[in-house]
């Protein structure tokens, strides 16, 4: 065989190879495991995404890319543990409204709750309540994926309630098998930071609602976290 033919041959294999590799990557690409399921999001603020958008945050954006069909059932100043008047039932009693048939759950609280840890009767309390809407989850969606998320962090975090809040969050959640990510510890957020907050969140004095641009990096961190699963 010639010298030329075998550098033909060569090259024509390279080709074939290199076809096959984006055929691949391109179904892959095309058969998406989430692809319509249904996700429902519950919380207060921070998933109504106070003054902006709901299509400004990480978790609309999440089910955008994956072609689910999306829920929000975010209240300001809701609460897990506190209901009141101005601020509507907790979530510990409204998750019953959330529609039926959800594929994936993701509850995102703590922060009203670190603020109202007085009214709600204290920590012991506050994780009473909050085991009542992890039964109830697990209860309402047994065949469904559920998650949790964490307040961010903030000044003076340690020992403070709204850690205590936090690390309750995490027990309870473990005690029954709920995965939960740690916001505050793990996200990423700089809440505590003035400099982060000017360029990530809602205002300069805001500690709670990521703008688009906080949304937009926070959503890989989300995402990595959800798909393990």
């Not at 294999?13 to 095309?30: D, E, P, V, Y």
């Not at 996200?187 to 949304?215: M, P, V």
Request: charged share 25%; hydrophobic share 35%; glycine share 8%.
């Amino acid at each position: 065989m010639s010298i030329m033919r075998k550098k033909l041959l060569f090259i024509i294999f390279c080709l074939s190879a290199l076809t096959g590799f984006a055929q691949t990557a391109n179904t892959h690409s095309q058969t998406d495991d989430l692809k319509g399921k249904r996700i429902g999001v519950i919380g207060d603020s921070y998933v109504k995404n106070h003054k902006e958008p709901v299509e400004n945050t990480w978790h609309y954006a999440f089910a955008q890319k994956h072609g689910m069909e999306y829920f929000n059932y975010g209240r300001n100043g809701n609460s897990i543990a506190y209901s009141s008047p101005r601020w509507g039932e907790a979530m510990y009693i409204r998750y019953k409204e959330m529609t039926d048939s959800l594929d994936y759950v993701i509850v995102i609280g703590g922060h009203n709750d670190a603020f109202k840890l007085d009214s709600i009767g204290g920590i012991d309390n506050f994780k009473a309540k909050l085991e009542i809407l992890c039964k109830g989850l697990v209860e309402k969606y047994s065949t469904a994926k559920i998650f949790f998320f964490t307040r961010w962090n903030c000044k003076n975090f340690k020992e403070s309630d709204s850690e205590k809040v936090v690390d309750a969050m995490v027990e309870v959640c473990g005690n029954y098998s709920i995965p939960i990510f740690d916001c505050a510890r793990k996200g990423g957020i700089y809440a505590d930071n003035d400099t982060f907050r000017r360029i990530y969140f809602q205002g300069e004095k805001d500690t709670a609602h990521l703008n688009a641009k906080g949304h937009v990096r926070f959503l890989k961190v989300a995402e990595n976290f959800i798909l393990q699963y």
